[in-house]
Protein backbone atom coordinates (compact mmCIF):
# COMPACT_ATOMS: atom_id res chain seq x y z
CA UNK A 1 0.00 0.00 0.00
CA UNK A 2 1.70 3.11 -1.10
CA UNK A 3 2.15 5.29 2.14
CA UNK A 4 2.15 9.42 1.59
CA UNK A 5 6.30 9.99 2.18
CA UNK A 6 8.01 12.97 3.93
CA UNK A 7 8.69 15.96 2.13
CA UNK A 8 10.83 19.12 2.66
CA UNK A 9 8.25 21.07 3.63
CA UNK A 10 7.09 18.67 5.61
CA UNK A 11 10.09 17.89 7.72
CA UNK A 12 10.96 21.56 8.53
CA UNK A 13 7.64 21.86 10.00
CA UNK A 14 8.33 18.39 11.98
CA UNK A 15 11.72 19.85 13.10
CA UNK A 16 10.55 23.38 13.68
CA UNK A 17 7.80 21.77 16.19
CA UNK A 18 10.38 19.67 17.83
CA UNK A 19 12.45 22.26 18.35
CA UNK A 20 15.69 20.46 16.43
CA UNK A 21 18.43 22.17 14.61
CA UNK A 22 20.09 19.37 12.87
CA UNK A 23 23.81 19.17 14.73
CA UNK A 24 26.80 17.71 13.22
CA UNK A 25 27.52 15.71 16.27
CA UNK A 26 25.08 13.68 15.61
CA UNK A 27 25.17 13.17 11.77
CA UNK A 28 21.77 14.82 11.39
CA UNK A 29 21.28 15.46 7.66
CA UNK A 30 17.79 14.65 7.44
CA UNK A 31 16.34 13.13 3.46
CA UNK A 32 13.94 15.19 1.92
CA UNK A 33 13.27 13.36 -1.05
CA UNK A 34 10.69 10.49 -1.37
CA UNK A 35 12.62 8.86 -4.36
CA UNK A 36 15.90 9.00 -2.34
CA UNK A 37 14.24 6.91 0.53
CA UNK A 38 12.62 4.10 -1.78
CA UNK A 39 15.44 3.87 -3.81
CA UNK A 40 16.96 2.80 -0.60
CA UNK A 41 14.61 0.24 0.32
CA UNK A 42 14.55 -1.12 -3.31
CA UNK A 43 17.96 -1.81 -3.25
CA UNK A 44 17.76 -3.97 0.32
CA UNK A 45 14.89 -5.74 -1.24
CA UNK A 46 13.02 -5.34 1.43
CA UNK A 47 9.67 -7.33 1.53
CA UNK A 48 6.72 -7.46 3.99
CA UNK A 49 8.01 -10.62 5.52
CA UNK A 50 10.91 -8.83 6.05
CA UNK A 51 11.64 -7.86 9.89
CA UNK A 52 14.13 -4.85 9.39
CA UNK A 53 15.96 -2.72 11.69
CA UNK A 54 16.62 0.93 11.07
CA UNK A 55 19.45 3.01 12.84
CA UNK A 56 18.98 6.61 13.05
CA UNK A 57 15.49 7.28 12.00
CA UNK A 58 15.24 10.84 12.75
CA UNK A 59 12.08 12.15 11.45
CA UNK A 60 11.22 9.23 9.64
CA UNK A 61 11.97 9.71 6.52
CA UNK A 62 13.39 6.43 5.44
CA UNK A 63 11.15 4.41 8.18
CA UNK A 64 7.87 5.72 6.40
CA UNK A 65 9.94 3.82 2.91
CA UNK A 66 10.84 0.57 5.14
CA UNK A 67 6.85 0.57 6.29
CA UNK A 68 5.41 0.90 2.82
CA UNK A 69 6.93 -2.29 1.90
CA UNK A 70 4.88 -3.82 4.81
CA UNK A 71 7.47 -5.45 6.44
CA UNK A 72 8.05 -5.01 10.56
CA UNK A 73 10.94 -2.99 11.81
CA UNK A 74 12.77 -1.56 15.20
CA UNK A 75 14.08 1.85 15.10
CA UNK A 76 16.83 3.21 17.13
CA UNK A 77 17.52 6.49 17.62
CA UNK A 78 19.44 8.81 19.97
CA UNK A 79 17.68 12.19 20.20
CA UNK A 80 14.96 11.53 22.42
CA UNK A 81 12.89 14.40 21.31
CA UNK A 82 12.96 12.21 17.17
CA UNK A 83 12.44 8.92 19.06
CA UNK A 84 9.27 10.34 21.16
CA UNK A 85 7.37 11.90 17.83
CA UNK A 86 8.39 9.03 15.89
CA UNK A 87 5.02 6.57 15.96
CA UNK A 88 2.82 9.64 16.07
CA UNK A 89 4.49 10.60 12.62
CA UNK A 90 4.20 7.15 11.67
CA UNK A 91 -0.05 7.02 12.55
CA UNK A 92 -0.22 10.35 11.08
CA UNK A 93 0.91 8.35 7.92
CA UNK A 94 -1.76 5.92 8.37
CA UNK A 95 0.87 3.27 9.10
CA UNK A 96 -0.51 0.74 12.04
CA UNK A 97 1.64 1.55 15.01
CA UNK A 98 2.40 -2.12 15.94
CA UNK A 99 4.78 -2.46 13.00
CA UNK A 100 6.81 -0.14 14.59
CA UNK A 101 8.90 -0.46 17.74
CA UNK A 102 10.85 2.69 18.78
CA UNK A 103 14.31 1.95 20.78
CA UNK A 104 15.66 5.52 22.26
CA UNK A 105 19.21 4.19 22.98
CA UNK A 106 22.44 5.13 21.27
CA UNK A 107 23.06 2.18 18.88
CA UNK A 108 26.66 1.75 19.46
CA UNK A 109 25.64 0.11 23.14
CA UNK A 110 22.41 -1.79 22.31
CA UNK A 111 23.22 -5.00 23.12
CA UNK A 112 19.45 -6.44 22.43
CA UNK A 113 16.42 -6.02 20.25
CA UNK A 114 13.18 -7.05 20.12
CA UNK A 115 12.59 -9.88 17.49
CA UNK A 116 15.52 -11.17 15.81
CA UNK A 117 16.04 -8.49 12.88
CA UNK A 118 17.03 -9.45 9.26
CA UNK A 119 17.92 -6.62 7.34
CA UNK A 120 19.59 -3.42 8.23
CA UNK A 121 18.63 -0.29 6.45
CA UNK A 122 20.10 2.95 7.25
CA UNK A 123 21.25 6.41 6.59
CA UNK A 124 23.67 6.30 9.11
CA UNK A 125 25.10 9.17 11.48
CA UNK A 126 28.61 9.53 9.50
CA UNK A 127 30.54 9.92 12.70
CA UNK A 128 29.99 6.78 13.93
CA UNK A 129 28.98 4.45 10.70
CA UNK A 130 31.84 1.67 11.06
CA UNK A 131 31.83 1.21 14.39
CA UNK A 132 27.76 0.97 14.03
CA UNK A 133 27.81 -1.34 11.15
CA UNK A 134 30.45 -3.28 12.88
CA UNK A 135 28.54 -3.28 16.69
CA UNK A 136 25.69 -4.36 14.85
CA UNK A 137 26.83 -6.80 12.52
CA UNK A 138 28.89 -8.41 15.38
CA UNK A 139 25.93 -8.54 17.50
CA UNK A 140 23.01 -9.40 15.83
CA UNK A 141 23.67 -12.79 13.90
CA UNK A 142 20.22 -12.76 12.76
CA UNK A 143 21.08 -10.07 10.32
CA UNK A 144 21.71 -11.04 6.74
CA UNK A 145 21.68 -8.48 4.72
CA UNK A 146 21.46 -5.16 4.54
CA UNK A 147 21.97 -1.46 2.60
CA UNK A 148 23.06 1.30 4.39
CA UNK A 149 23.86 5.51 3.36
CA UNK A 150 27.35 6.19 4.04
CA UNK A 151 29.84 8.51 3.65
CA UNK A 152 30.96 7.71 -0.18
CA UNK A 153 34.79 7.64 0.99
CA UNK A 154 33.68 5.69 3.68
CA UNK A 155 31.34 3.41 1.48
CA UNK A 156 34.49 2.93 -1.00
CA UNK A 157 36.62 1.56 1.83
CA UNK A 158 34.24 -0.78 3.24
CA UNK A 159 33.81 -2.45 -0.64
CA UNK A 160 37.14 -1.89 -1.45
CA UNK A 161 38.90 -5.55 -2.73
CA UNK A 162 42.50 -6.11 -0.93
CA UNK A 163 45.55 -4.20 -3.23
CA UNK A 164 43.68 -0.74 -3.66
CA UNK A 165 45.17 2.16 -1.51
CA UNK A 166 41.89 2.60 -0.18
CA UNK A 167 41.33 -0.80 1.14
CA UNK A 168 42.12 -0.64 4.89
CA UNK A 169 41.36 -1.93 8.72
CA UNK A 170 37.73 -1.17 7.89
CA UNK A 171 36.92 -3.32 4.43
CA UNK A 172 39.16 -6.93 6.27
CA UNK A 173 36.70 -6.19 9.27
CA UNK A 174 33.57 -5.73 7.25
CA UNK A 175 34.61 -8.36 4.47
CA UNK A 176 34.89 -10.89 7.98
CA UNK A 177 30.84 -11.12 7.54
CA UNK A 178 30.47 -11.18 4.10
CA UNK A 179 30.82 -9.48 0.84
CA UNK A 180 30.24 -5.90 0.41
CA UNK A 181 29.01 -4.11 -2.96
CA UNK A 182 28.50 -0.45 -3.85
CA UNK A 183 25.05 0.09 -4.83
CA UNK A 184 24.29 3.80 -5.90
CA UNK A 185 25.26 7.51 -5.18
CA UNK A 186 23.10 10.21 -3.48
CA UNK A 187 23.14 13.79 -4.55
CA UNK A 188 23.74 16.39 -1.59
CA UNK A 189 20.46 18.15 -2.72
CA UNK A 190 18.19 15.20 -1.19
CA UNK A 191 19.65 16.22 2.45
CA UNK A 192 18.68 19.05 5.00
CA UNK A 193 20.83 19.96 5.41
CA UNK A 194 22.77 19.76 2.38
CA UNK A 195 26.20 18.00 3.63
CA UNK A 196 29.85 18.86 2.50
CA UNK A 197 30.64 15.36 1.59
CA UNK A 198 28.90 12.74 -1.35
CA UNK A 199 27.29 9.67 -0.25
CA UNK A 200 26.55 6.65 -1.18
CA UNK A 201 25.08 3.30 -0.84
CA UNK A 202 26.33 0.27 0.32
CA UNK A 203 25.04 -3.06 0.81
CA UNK A 204 26.21 -6.30 2.11
CA UNK A 205 24.88 -9.99 2.09
CA UNK A 206 26.09 -12.17 5.37
CA UNK A 207 27.82 -15.46 4.84
CA UNK A 208 25.66 -18.74 5.04
CA UNK A 209 28.48 -19.71 7.65
CA UNK A 210 29.95 -17.73 10.02
CA UNK A 211 33.69 -17.42 9.34
CA UNK A 212 34.99 -18.32 13.02
CA UNK A 213 34.02 -18.47 16.32
CA UNK A 214 34.25 -15.16 18.32
CA UNK A 215 37.33 -16.24 19.69
CA UNK A 216 38.86 -16.64 16.08
CA UNK A 217 37.25 -12.75 14.92
CA UNK A 218 38.88 -11.15 18.17
CA UNK A 219 42.22 -12.83 17.28
CA UNK A 220 41.82 -11.86 13.71
CA UNK A 221 40.98 -8.12 14.05
CA UNK A 222 43.48 -7.94 16.63
CA UNK A 223 46.00 -8.96 13.44
CA UNK A 224 44.37 -6.75 11.32
CA UNK A 225 44.51 -3.71 13.52
CA UNK A 226 48.03 -4.21 13.25
CA UNK A 227 48.70 -4.69 9.96
CA UNK A 228 47.33 -1.29 9.06
CA UNK A 229 48.77 0.54 11.84
CA UNK A 230 51.99 0.09 10.01
CA UNK A 231 50.81 -0.47 6.13
CA UNK A 232 53.67 0.15 4.69
CA UNK A 233 55.92 -1.67 6.51
CA UNK A 234 56.21 -5.57 5.47
CA UNK A 235 53.96 -7.82 7.39
CA UNK A 236 57.03 -9.47 9.34
CA UNK A 237 57.71 -6.42 10.63
CA UNK A 238 54.55 -4.81 10.90
CA UNK A 239 53.09 -7.91 13.12
CA UNK A 240 56.31 -9.07 14.97
CA UNK A 241 54.26 -7.74 18.15
CA UNK A 242 51.52 -9.62 17.84
CA UNK A 243 52.59 -12.92 16.03
CA UNK A 244 55.54 -13.93 18.70
CA UNK A 245 57.49 -10.74 19.57
CA UNK A 246 60.43 -10.82 16.38
CA UNK A 247 60.37 -10.68 12.59
CA UNK A 248 61.85 -13.89 12.44
CA UNK A 249 59.09 -15.57 14.73
CA UNK A 250 56.15 -13.28 13.01
CA UNK A 251 57.59 -14.98 9.29
CA UNK A 252 57.21 -18.37 10.46
CA UNK A 253 53.83 -18.13 11.24
CA UNK A 254 52.73 -16.33 8.56
CA UNK A 255 54.59 -18.75 6.26
CA UNK A 256 52.82 -21.57 8.01
CA UNK A 257 49.53 -19.94 6.95
CA UNK A 258 50.70 -20.30 3.66
CA UNK A 259 51.31 -16.06 3.71
CA UNK A 260 54.35 -14.66 2.29
CA UNK A 261 55.92 -12.75 4.92
CA UNK A 262 57.24 -10.00 2.70
CA UNK A 263 53.67 -9.16 1.52
CA UNK A 264 51.92 -5.64 2.81
CA UNK A 265 48.35 -5.41 5.07
CA UNK A 266 46.91 -4.06 2.35
CA UNK A 267 47.71 -7.66 -0.25
CA UNK A 268 45.70 -9.72 2.13
CA UNK A 269 41.85 -11.23 1.83
CA UNK A 270 40.00 -11.89 4.97
CA UNK A 271 40.48 -14.88 4.36
CA UNK A 272 44.29 -14.93 4.59
CA UNK A 273 44.35 -13.13 7.92
CA UNK A 274 41.75 -15.48 9.14
CA UNK A 275 44.43 -18.42 8.57
CA UNK A 276 47.27 -16.08 10.19
CA UNK A 277 45.19 -15.89 13.17
CA UNK A 278 44.56 -19.74 13.75
CA UNK A 279 48.13 -20.42 12.98
N1 LIG B 1 17.05 8.30 8.78
C1 LIG B 1 16.87 9.73 8.78
C2 LIG B 1 16.82 10.24 7.37
O1 LIG B 1 17.27 9.50 6.46
O2 LIG B 1 16.37 11.35 7.16
C3 LIG B 1 17.97 10.44 9.57
C4 LIG B 1 19.38 10.13 9.16
S1 LIG B 1 20.62 11.15 9.93
C5 LIG B 1 21.93 10.98 8.73
C6 LIG B 1 21.27 10.17 11.26
C7 LIG B 1 20.34 9.92 12.44
O3 LIG B 1 21.02 9.10 13.39
C8 LIG B 1 19.89 11.16 13.20
O4 LIG B 1 18.51 11.08 13.45
C9 LIG B 1 20.68 11.09 14.53
O5 LIG B 1 20.01 11.69 15.61
C10 LIG B 1 20.82 9.59 14.71
N2 LIG B 1 21.99 9.14 15.50
C11 LIG B 1 23.21 9.72 15.60
N3 LIG B 1 24.03 9.00 16.38
C12 LIG B 1 23.31 7.90 16.77
C13 LIG B 1 23.60 6.78 17.59
N4 LIG B 1 24.81 6.62 18.16
N5 LIG B 1 22.61 5.88 17.82
C14 LIG B 1 21.37 6.03 17.25
N6 LIG B 1 21.04 7.08 16.46
C15 LIG B 1 21.99 8.00 16.22
Known amino acids: MPVSLLGAAEIRRLAADLDVTP??????????????VR?????ARVTASDRVVEIGPGLGSLTLAILETGASMVAV????????????TVAAHGVPADRLTVIDADALRVTELPGAPEVLVANLPY???VPVLLHFL?????????????????????AAPPG???YGAPSVKAAWYGPWRLAGTVSRQVFW???????????FDRDAEPRGTEEHRLRTFEIVDAAFQQRRKMLRQALAGVL??????????????????TLRGEQLTVDDYARVAAS
Not at 23 to 36: I, S, Y
Not at 142 to 157: P, Y
Not at 193 to 203: M, T, Y
Open 23 to 36: TKKLGQNFVVDANT
Open 127 to 129: NVS
Open 193 to 203: PVPNVDSVLVG
Open 138 to 158: ETFPSLHRGVVMVQAEVGERL
Open 164 to 166: SKI
Open 244 to 261: GGTAAEASARLEAAGVDP
Open 77 to 88: EIDHRLAERLPS
Open 39 to 43: KIVHA
